[in-house]
Every structure is written in C-alpha cells, then in structure tokens.
C-alpha cells in the first residue's frame, strides 16, 4: 500500500500504528456496549485518529474510522471488502476513502473514514430500513427504496440513477447481501443518497446464496438482464444511461481483484463470478 493512499485515508504519509490483535477486537468492542454508535452483528470498532502519534485509538464516543477485523464465521472479509469497495471506487461510485492495515498479530483489518462526519460535526444519516419503517432488514424490494428515494432525495433523478447503478454494481460482484441497511441518506445541505458502503461478494462465503437480499422485479434469485430493465422502467431511467458505467470495464474489475490481498482461490473465484454476472446481463 502506497503513502498516497494513506494521505488519502488519514492524511498521513505512512500507515498509523493499532496497538491491537484480532484477539483484542472483541475485548475491546465489548467494553464499549452501549456506548458506540455502530450498529451489526460484526465485531468492529470506532477508532480515532491521533495524528501527532500516528496512531488509530479505540474509542467509545466519536472516532473519525471504523476499523472491521477477521471473522470466524467468514474468512478473509476485510481483504473481500476493501477489493469490492476498490473496484466501486475505479468506475466512479461514491465510497468513502478506505484501506487494510495490519493488526499487531499481522492479520489484515478494513478500516474505512466516516462519512457521517464532518470534522466534529455529526452528519445526520438514515437508513432505508428506518425511511421505510421495515423491522425485517431483509424483508422487501429494492423498488421500494428506488420510490422513496425519488420522493425525499433533493437531487431525485441522479440519485435514483446512482441508486439503479449500485443495485447493477451489487449483483456485478455478487454482493447478495444488500439490505435495507445498507443503503441509506445524508442530510447535508440537502437530502442525498449516502456514499456506498458495505460492500462485499457475499458469493465467496456464501456460494449457494440467492443473488439479491431484496427482490428485483419480484425476484430474488435467477435475476436477468430483463428483471434490470423491469426495475429501470419502473424507476424511469433512461435506457441509454443504465448501465453506462459498466461497458467495457470487466477488464479492470478483474484486474483489481487479482491485485487485491484476497487468497488466489478467492481470486479466482471472484474473477469467474465476475465474469458471468456479465454474461447475464449482456454488457
């Protein structure tokens, strides 16, 4: 990782110090219950900067990161995140600036800049699942979001755009994992569809999962070209703009995986998985 990329993140000109083993993520998360502000089932911290020091501190009030260790459950998931949130970032989906840094014991966490702040200012964000009032983060479509988003969004048309391309992106890299929480809106000057996040091929932990979390065009699994389409006329995006973004860029994509810190099978696997998501949309 090049001292570019950590001006970027942390605007320093070398990767911060974290005085921390994947042993103590959960130690450490535990101690700070009730006082954090990030939600999920993942052990994963709220880390701040100390800049004199070039170090990342855990801590229970308002830290400027969010550092995600390995799990038992999933192996190799911060590795699978920074590579997908990497490729989102190559054909120009707003992420925020991200990295892996390594933990004291060398085992790779993801560590990811807060776009909920602004300094010392906190940026309100709500969720879909909170917009729409869904208890059930799994439970529901992706047009759901499409037309709320059209109702509360300052900037409609883009941003159901931008919306539709992530939607696109998701199923690209076989992220069928995104829910109703992972998608949400900033309140900053405006109402706005919050940078991307989350982002993960949930297809190499989950091989036999369906391809989405919510359905498109009443389907969650099996999806075509055609269920796309369905969903873009329904969100009324113009065909010649719909997936744009993505024509000619499958050489890159699998470019950026086979550079990633992912294990060569989960490489090689995700570069196939790549491939024939493309296939079946014909792009």
Known sequence: MSAELFRKVFGLGRAPIIRLSLRDIPLKAQEMVGKMSISGVQPKLSVKL?????ELIAVAGEGGYILKPQTQAFSNTPENENCCMDIAESIGINVPPHCLLALTDGSLAYVVKR??????????????????????KYSGSVEQIGIKLKQVSSVPGLDVQLFFERVVFNFLIGNGDAHFKNYSISHHGGTRLSPAYDMVCSKLALPKGADSALTINGKDDKL???DFDVLADYLEIPPRVRYEKFVGKIELMSHLIKASRLPAEFRSQFTGILASRYQRLGI
């Open 115 to 136: 776009f909920d702040r602004d300094g010392q200012t906190k940026i309100h964000q709500e969720t879909f699942s909170q917009i729409l009032g869904q208890k059930d």
């Open 50 to 54: 100390d800049k004199a020091h070039a």
């Open 224 to 226: 075509t070209r055609k």
